[in-house]
């Protein structure tokens, strides 16, 4: 058995997220008051009391995901003796979950991590004013003909591929306009569906620049080490350990293509037999299962899911 644990992006989040961690287990609360303090306020009040409108904000949502993976990788930790370098041979997590996964293998602090999750949800609301940039996804397309019809519909406005999720899914993320014709246009490149997305920034895409030159400055001045696991990394789909190469991918990152599709499969075809979500939600968990179906997909997001998970899966301490 080979193992690579993910962990999930924005849209993932909801009021009420990691509460249950924090009341069964004392690791998980102070992991929370970590980031609490870290922030300099109380986000926590936030992820379990809401109002939802609040933590959809794209600076709370960010931190808040984060904070809940990092939890269950505590608790993993504390409660179960779980080490992740001696059982975890890759770990990858979807756009702004790959600062999740080098937090858990140990290249960035936590405290750093949210701080920098609350920066780059700041930098990229704030690159493309609220109405002037749209996303939408595509069901029935593979990557190719995603990027045609992107290219089809751009018309002199920015429409790019944000998202290669899995095969027959691909977010394209741009201009209002933009986005507004390639949803129409749809259909006669072999999209099934094409459904807008309710985000409030078109992220992964060149309007996102200015978001990016933010994070490239935020990323120099925090330390960042060798991860004690491989990060199979959003934009080249391959491991990378080196950390200049980190930064300049996470700065990379925030204009380019998640390129979800190939990061898992990149993981199949060397060896991983069982994958874990590690945080809220199922969403990579489906995911994992329509790139490649042989794998044994979990996910740990809550205080049953423990003892579950490493009983059937004989994960060890």
Same mark, same amino acid.
Do not use: Q, Y
């Given at each position: 058995m080979k193992i690579a644990f993910t962990f999930p992006g924005q849209g993932s989040q909801k009021v009420g997220m990691g509460a249950?961690?924090? /009341?069964? %287990?004392?690791?998980?609360r102070e992991l929370f008051d970590e980031i609490d303090e870290a922030l300099g306020y109380r986000l926590t009040n936030i992820m379990w009391q809401g109002p939802e409108e609040k933590l959809t904000l794209t600076e709370n949502a960010q931190p808040a995901l984060m904070a809940v993976s990092m939890a269950v990788m505590r608790v993993l930790n504390k409660e179960f003796g779980f080490s992740l370098q001696d059982n975890v041979t890759f770990v990858a997590g979807h756009s702004l979950g790959e600062y999740a996964a080098l937090a858990a293998s140990g290249a960035i602090r936590v405290s750093d991590?949210? =701080?920098?999750? =609350?920066t780059r949800g700041q930098a990229m609301q704030a690159a493309v004013? !609220? @109405?002037? @940039? +749209?996303? +939408? +996804?595509l069901l029935g397309v593979e990557i190719d003909q995603a990027r045609e019809l992107a290219e089809a519909s751009a018309e002199g406005d920015v429409c790019q591929a944000a998202n290669d999720n899995a095969p027959g899914q691909v977010v394209l993320s741009g201009s209002k306009a933009a986005i507004e014709r390639a949803i129409a246009l749809a259909s006669d490149f072999g999209a099934r569906r094409a !459904?807008?997305?309710? #985000?409030? *920034?078109?992220f992964h895409c060149a309007l996102m620049k200015p978001a990016a030159e933010v994070m490239a400055s935020a990323l /120099?001045? #925090?330390d960042i080490i060798i991860p004690g696991v491989p990060l199979i990394c959003n934009t080249l789909a391959a491991p990378v350990t080196d950390p200049q190469e980190i930064r300049k991918q996470l700065v990379e990152q925030v204009t380019g293509l998640v390129r979800w599709r190939e990061s898992v499969q990149y993981m199949a075809d060397h @060896?991983?037999?069982?994958?874990y979500e590690i945080g809220t939600g199922r969403v990579l968990t489906g995911l994992a299962r =329509?790139? $490649?179906? /042989? %794998?044994? *997909? $979990?996910s740990i997001g809550s205080p049953d899911d423990f003892q579950t998970v490493i009983d059937e899966s004989k994960l060890s301490p």
């Open positions: 249950d961690l924090a /009341e069964k %287990f004392n690791s998980a991590t949210a =701080r920098l999750l =609350r004013p !609220v @109405g002037e @940039g +749209a996303m +939408a +996804a !459904v807008p997305l309710p #985000v409030s *920034a078109p /120099e001045s #925090v @060896g991983i037999t069982d994958i =329509r790139i $490649h179906r /042989e %794998f044994n *997909a $979990h």
